[in-house]
T-cell receptor
Framework: AQSVTQLDSQVPVFEEAPVELRCNYS??????LFWYVQYPNQGLQLLLK??????LVKGINGFEAEFNKSQTSFHLRKPSVHISDTAEYFC??????????FGKGTRLSVIA | DTAVSQTPKYLVTQMGNDKSIKCEQN?????MYWYKQDSKKFLKIMFS???????INETVPNRFSPKSPDKAHLNLHINSLELGDSAVYFC????????????FGPGTRLTVT
C-alpha cells in the first residue's frame, strides 16, 4: 500500500522569503510523485511531477521539488514566495495504473 | 476549452434526497475517477472507471453509484443523502495503461442540510 505524509499542516512565511513544504511517502513499488496546488474555492492544479530521470523537477510558478529515494521524500521548494502563492498544497503518489493517494495537505500562508 | 468539467458547481439539498453530479472530459482519456474532499481538505479516491468499466471501488456506501455511459463521461448518483455526504467532489481523468498524473475538474460543493 502507498501512503503520503505531509509533515506540516500549516506553513506561514513572509513574502519574498524561501519556503520548503515537506513530503514523505511510503511504497513497496516504483512510484510517481506529484505536487498539486488548490487555491481557495478552486480545483486542483498540477504543479509538478516526478516520473523518472532527473531527481530535480521544475514546475510552474517557480516551484521545484527533489526526489530523494533513500529518504523517501519529495519536498517542494520555492526561493521567493508571493502573496499569490497562498493556497493549499497536496503531495500525492501513484503507481502504474493506480489512482493518486494524497497527503493531508499543507496550507501555505504568505504574509505581506 | 475546458478539459474536465463538472456540473453543478454547487449543490444544496436536504437529507434524504437523491442527487446526481455529472462529469465530462474532452481529453480523449479512458480512465476517470471520483474523489471526495472532506471538510478537513483530505482527498480520497472513491471510484475509478476504465473504458466504462468499474475498476476501483473504495469503501464507499452503496448509496453512491457511479455510471459511465461512455468513456468521456462519469456521473455520480447519490441516494438518500446524509449530512456526512457534505463535501467537495472532484472528477479526474487520465490516459489509461498506467499513465501517471491526472487532470481534475473544478469540483462540486455538495451541502446537505
Amino acid at each position: 500500500a502507498q501512503s503520503v505524509t505531509q509533515l506540516d499542516s500549516q506553513v506561514p512565511v513572509f513574502e519574498e522569503a524561501p519556503v520548503e513544504l515537506r513530503c514523505n511517502y511510503s511504497s513497496s513499488v516504483s512510484v510517481y510523485l506529484f505536487w498539486y496546488v488548490q487555491y481557495p474555492n478552486q480545483g486542483l492544479q498540477l504543479l509538478l511531477k516526478y516520473l523518472s530521470g532527473s531527481t530535480l523537477v521544475k514546475g510552474i510558478n517557480g516551484f521545484e521539488a527533489e526526489f530523494n529515494k533513500s529518504q523517501t521524500s519529495f519536498h517542494l521548494r520555492k526561493p521567493s514566495v508571493h502573496i499569490s502563492d497562498t493556497a493549499e498544497y497536496f503531495c500525492a503518489v501513484s503507481g502504474v495504473g493506480t489512482p493518486l493517494v494524497f497527503g493531508k495537505g499543507t496550507r501555505l500562508s504568505v504574509i505581506a | 476549452d475546458t478539459a474536465v468539467s463538472q456540473t453543478p458547481k454547487y449543490l444544496v439539498t436536504q437529507m434524504g434526497n437523491d442527487k446526481s453530479i455529472k462529469c465530462e472530459q474532452n481529453l480523449g482519456h479512458d480512465t476517470m475517477y471520483w474523489y471526495k474532499q472532506d471538510s478537513k481538505k483530505f482527498l480520497k479516491i472513491m471510484f475509478s472507471y476504465n473504458n466504462k468499466e468499474l475498476i476501483i471501488n473504495e469503501t464507499v456506501p452503496n448509496r453512491f453509484s457511479p455510471k459511465s455511459p461512455d468513456k468521456a463521461h462519469l456521473n455520480l448518483h447519490i441516494n438518500s443523502l446524509e449530512l456526512g455526504d457534505s463535501a467537495v467532489y472532484f472528477c479526474a481523468s487520465t490516459l489509461g495503461g498506467g499513465a501517471p498524473g491526472q487532470y481534475f475538474g473544478p469540483g462540486t460543493r455538495l451541502t446537505v442540510t
